[in-house]
């Protein structure tokens, strides 16, 4: 079974530009959580969704970053203007409907920003 | 509201060495706890976890066992390998909610 897959790896970007990181989750998987982590911390939950529909958002900075989940399957995470306390890994994880406590991280998106 | 602390790394051991990571949770109603491990340059793997007091979770060696009344889930390996050099972290959840995850340990094993 493949795991959660991202990319890019990692971007290295100024701060004010843009930047978009994507997520493909396990297979069937209906449950897509975007986390971010910065050095030296656990990771902080940005975003959860169910399906294509938005479960808790209540920790993303919707000033600047947005997510999408179309289809209910791959998922964007963008951010617009980057500042520099956005470097940081960004995390996805998928879990399967009803099973919201067993989660599966993707390698993660290691973002730089100068 | 709910939290995890763990103690504050980096953990240095030989190898064959004796391993407790401690991790201590604050929470309101009865979570579920976590251990997830991180290696250089992967995600995060969950390691073990256990759903309800006394329960004991064990995974490659290591165990870490639900205690309630001291809030805690510590985690223990009787004999670390350098293999097992890697990032450790304590999470809760509960329902309707998300993975709360503590800062994390850094485990390093010598031979």
């Known amino acids: 079974e493949a795991g959660v897959a991202q990319s890019p790896r990692y971007k290295i970007i100024e701060k004010r530009q843009s930047v978009a990181f994507w997520c493909n989750p396990i297979?069937?998987?209906?449950?897509l959580y975007w986390y971010q982590q910065i050095l030296g911390q656990g990771p902080k939950l940005l975003i959860q969704f169910q399906n294509n529909g938005v479960v808790d958002d209540s920790q993303l900075p919707k000033d600047r970053f947005s997510a999408e989940r179309l289809k209910g399957v791959d998922s964007t995470l963008k951010i617009q203007p980057a500042k520099l306390e956005d470097s940081a890994v960004y995390l996805c994880a998928s879990s399967a409907l009803g099973v919201t406590d067993t989660q599966y991280f993707g390698p993660g998106t290691r973002l730089t920003v100068l | 509201g709910d939290s995890v602390t763990q103690m504050e790394g980096p953990v240095t051991l030989s190898e064959e060495a004796f391993l407790t990571i401690n991790c201590t949770y604050t929470?309101?109603?009865?979570?579920?706890l976590f251990w997830y491990v991180q290696y250089p340059g992967e995600g995060l793997q969950l390691l073990l976890k256990?759903?309800?007091?006394?329960d004991k979770g064990s995974n490659k060696g290591f165990e870490a066992t639900y205690r309630k009344e001291t809030t805690s889930f510590h985690l223990e390996k009787g004999s670390v390998q350098v293999s097992d050099s890697a990032v450790y972290f304590c999470?809760?959840?509960?329902?309707?909610?998300?993975?709360?995850f503590g800062k994390g340990t850094t485990l390093s094993v010598s031979s």
């Open positions: 297979s069937g998987h209906a449950t």
């Open positions: 999470a809760l959840y509960q329902a309707g909610t998300a993975l709360i």
């Open positions: 256990a759903t309800k007091a006394d």
């Open positions: 929470a309101t109603g009865y979570p579920s």
